[in-house]
């Protein structure tokens, strides 16, 4: 099984801050790597789908990067709206994994 | 619009089951690569199980044997059909249907909360 690795696994930041999550694949997944956002109570938002393609009606302010193991989703300028948990999936291969999840807090 | 509702989730005694539901809207179901993903409370997502447009079904290890993903076409539902019931089975339930031609999930239900306890 793929083991995904995410960092820090929780952030605390101030509305307009950049702030960079990271997620580490335990093999080599090309680009097979999405980001979702989750709030308290809800289900998971597809946010970035192939490691670096924006889902439509994402804000710009979320970007991703990376390939093969390495992978950093960056919030460019953090919104009210976008305290939440995000969590990295490798979709490479089955079973499909997720990584642990950072958690956006409010400082 | 594309819209997944989960339903059937409870309460239910160790070695008990249950079968839960996920009415899809929008979209056609045996069209689309579905799949199951839990998360026990205050933890991460873990995927469980996936249907293929063609039928084929696979599930991750610690369900393999007690649980069952399948379809009605004619109702446009997925269900799962869980068995032997554990305490770690004890999670949010959501379904979700795969990005054509990709692994990764969208849309997701709304989840169905599984309690396994005496």
């Known amino acids: 099984d793929i083991q995904m690795t995410q960092s820090p696994s929780s952030v605390s930041a101030s509305v307009g801050d950049r702030v960079t999550v990271t997620c580490r694949a335990s093999q080599v997944i090309s680009s097979w790597l999405a980001w979702y956002q989750q709030k308290p109570g809800k289900a998971p938002k597809l946010l970035i789908s192939?490691?670096?393609n924006l889902q439509s009606g994402v804000p710009s302010r979320f970007s991703g990067s990376g390939s093969g193991t390495d992978f950093t989703l960056t919030i460019s300028s953090l919104q009210p709206e976008d305290f939440a948990t995000y969590y990295c999936?490798?979709?490479?291969?089955?079973?499909?994994?997720f990584g642990g999840g950072t958690k956006v807090e409010i400082k | 619009e594309v819209q997944l509702v989960e339903s059937g989730g409870g309460l239910i005694q160790p070695g008990g089951s249950l079968r839960l539901s996920c009415a899809a809207s929008?979209?056609?179901?045996?069209?689309?690569?579905m799949s199951w993903v839990r998360q026990a409370p205050g933890k991460g997502l873990e995927w469980v199980s996936v249907?293929?447009?063609?039928?084929?079904?696979y599930y991750e290890d610690s369900v393999k044997g007690r649980f069952t993903i399948s379809r009605d076409n004619s109702k446009n539902t997925l269900y799962l059909q869980m068995n032997s019931l554990r305490g770690e089975d004890t999670a949010v339930y959501y379904c979700?249907?795969?990005?054509?031609?990709?692994?990764?999930?969208?849309?997701w239900g709304q989840g169905t909360l599984v309690t396994v306890s005496s």
């Open positions: 979700a249907r795969h990005v054509t031609g990709a692994y990764w999930f969208d849309p």
């Open positions: 249907i293929y447009s063609g039928g084929n079904t």
């Open positions: 192939a490691a670096s």
């Open positions: 929008g979209f056609t179901v045996s069209s689309n690569y």
């Open positions: 999936q490798q979709a490479n291969s089955f079973p499909l994994t």
